[in-house]
T-cell receptor
């Protein structure tokens, strides 16, 4: 079992729709969770982080965390073609402090 | 504010040759990371520095990879000799927080091709 799992996609959504990106993790003790966006040929950029169960909203982005289910998600409202990128889920391991990345989900937003 | 600066942007070498990558972190960021990213994969940590000290190098292939961070600022990652499987993007990142929390700022990366 991978430590951080994501569906590689691509996830295709129409412009204006809600994109839902999901991530599961294996370390039950993890407390810190991050979403990075990576455009093709570019480096990752932090867009959201969440530490507590529930929802955290920032503009069009909402991160959701459920520690009991070991599940974290990212919702993008009013998706735009400029949101087309790979979204990397990252989890800080409780024992090693190492930031473990998933393989990423490729999102395509079409006009 | 300048971001994380890496060089070179691209490097093509033949196998068994040495190669070095350089990174200058964001000013004031004491934590520096080197990650390797293979195509279609997420970044994998090679080494993390807190100031001059390498606090996590468990995934650095020490038989051929070496890294240093002199004076706690710039860092260099070296591969000698390079193998075909080393072809990847090498990312440097820095963070204001210690302990590897997770709010990382990445440089543009060095794309290495080993022929």
């Amino acid at each position: 079992q991978k430590e951080v799992e994501q569906n590689s996609g691509p996830l295709s959504v129409p412009e204006g729709a809600i994109a839902s990106l999901n991530c599961t993790y294996s370390d039950r003790g993890s407390q810190s969770f991050f979403w990075y966006r990576q455009y093709s040929g570019k480096s990752p950029e932090l867009i959201m982080f969440i530490y507590s169960n529930g929802d955290k909203e920032d503009g069009r982005f909402t991160a959701q965390l459920n520690k009991a289910s070991q599940y974290v998600s990212l919702l993008i409202r009013d998706s735009q073609p400029s949101d087309s990128a790979t979204y990397l889920c990252a989890v800080r391991h409780s024992n090693t402090d190492k930031l473990i990345f998933g393989t990423g989900t490729r999102l395509q937003v079409f006009p | 504010e300048a971001g994380v600066v890496q060089s070179p942007r691209y490097k093509i070498i033949e196998k068994k040759q040495p190669v070095a990558f350089w990174c200058n972190p964001i000013s004031g960021h004491n934590t520096l990371y080197w990650y390797r990213q293979n195509l279609g994969q997420g970044p994998e940590l090679l080494i993390r520095y807190e100031n001059e000290e390498a606090v996590d190098d468990s995934q650095l292939p020490k038989d051929r990879f070496s890294a240093e961070r002199l004076k706690g600022v710039d860092s260099t990652l070296k591969i000698q000799p390079a193998e075909l499987g080393d072809s990847a993007v090498y990312l440097c990142a820095s963070s204001l927080e210690q302990g590897g929390v997770g709010k990382l700022f990445f440089g543009s990366g060095t794309q290495l091709s080993v022929l």
